[in-house]
C-alpha cells in the first residue's frame, strides 16, 4: 500500500534536488547572495534546510540523526537531502496513524504535535524555503527551475493530460 503521504515526500526531494542542481553551476559569491525577505544567502538557506530534516527526522523517528557539517558543500548537502528522502519513505512505509503523539523534549520542557503535523510542518519548511532560494535567483538573473507539483507530475509520470 502507497502511503497518502508519498507523493508530497517524493515531490519534496526531487524539488530540493532540481533546485540544489541549478544552484551548483553558481559561483561561490552567488551561492553567498540573499535578499530582503529570505532566510539568507542561497547556501546558508540549503544548510538550514538540510539541519531542518536532521532535526525533524530525529523526532519523528525517534533516532538520533549525526548532525550535518557546518560549512557543507553544496554536493554534501544534496547527498544528505537525498538520504533523508528515502528515509522519509521509509518511515510513511510502515504505516502511520497521523494522530500519534510525537513527543519533542528540549531542557525542562516537552513539546507534543500530532504526526500528521510534523509531517506538514516537513513539506512546508521545505517549500517555504525553495520559494526563497529561487527568489534570489530570480535577482541573479538565473531561471528557477520549474519545481512546482505540476512539473513534478509531468516529470515523474504522476499525471498526464488526454486530449479528447
Not at 529561487?134 to 486530449?163: H, K, M, N, Q
Request: charged fraction near 20%; glycine fraction near 10%.
Amino acid at each position: 500500500m502507497t502511503s497518502l503521504l508519498a507523493d508530497a515526500f517524493v515531490h519534496h526531494t526531487w524539488a530540493t534536488e532540481r533546485l540544489i542542481d541549478v544552484c551548483a553551476e553558481l559561483t561561490r559569491e552567488q551561492l553567498e547572495t540573499s535578499a530582503p525577505g529570505t532566510r539568507g544567502s542561497i547556501i546558508a538557506t540549503f544548510q538550514h534546510m538540510a539541519e531542518g530534516e536532521t532535526f525533524f527526522l530525529s523526532v519523528v523517528s525517534g533516532e538520533p540523526i549525526a548532525a550535518v557539517a557546518e560549512n557543507a558543500s553544496l554536493g554534501e548537502l544534496r547527498s544528505i537531502l537525498t538520504i533523508y528522502g528515502a528515509t522519509w519513505m521509509e518511515l510513511l512505509a510502515r504505516g502511520i496513524d497521523g494522530e500519534t503523539d510525537v513527543v519533542e523534549h528540549g531542557d525542562g520542557w516537552d513539546f507534543h504535535a500530532p504526526l500528521g503535523f510534523r509531517l506538514a510542518q516537513v513539506i512546508h519548511h521545505g517549500s517555504d524555503h525553495r520559494s526563497q532560494i529561487c527568489t534570489v535567483l530570480s535577482i541573479l538573473g538565473v531561471t528557477p527551475p520549474e519545481i512546482d507539483l505540476w512539473a513534478f507530475g509531468e516529470a515523474t509520470g504522476r499525471t498526464r493530460p488526454e486530449y479528447l
